[in-house]
Nanobody, 130 residues
């Protein structure tokens, strides 16, 4: 049984940094997509970043490019989201998700809305004060 667990959320001031961590256990596929998504109250879920665990190709939402970095540690089955220069609009519940069904548009794991992800964590809250 696959389990996805996030950690690392918290409260920071604008301009600060946080690193979110995600561990996916029970996953046996050689190639997975791991993604970070967020949802603020009253808004739709938004893809933040994704990574192809085999090629390590990464994809980002335009709103976070240059500020957020997704990375992985395959030995530990961990995926990270380093978030720098945080803005109040980054505040949301952040979710980590996994899928082995991420082939789309000729690529593995392009960032989409998350419907292709079938394993989700419970979320970790990020609050950014101005």
């Amino acid at each position: 049984q696959v389990q996805v667990v996030e950690s690392g959320g918290g409260s920071v001031q604008a301009g600060g940094s946080l690193r979110l961590s995600c561990i996916a256990s029970g996953y046996t596929y050689r190639r997975n997509c791991m993604g970070w998504f967020r949802q603020a109250p009253g808004k739709e879920r938004e893809g933040v970043a994704s990574i192809d665990t085999l090629s390590e190709s990464t994809y980002y939402a335009d709103s976070v490019k240059g500020r957020f970095t997704i990375s992985q540690d395959n030995a530990k089955n961990m995926v990270y989201l380093q978030m720098n220069s945080l803005k109040p609009e980054d505040a949301a519940m952040y979710y980590c998700a996994a899928t082995n069904d991420g082939w789309y548009g000729g690529r593995w794991c392009p960032l989409r809305n998350g419907d292709e992800y079938n394993y989700w964590g419970q979320g970790t809250q990020v609050t950014v004060s101005s």
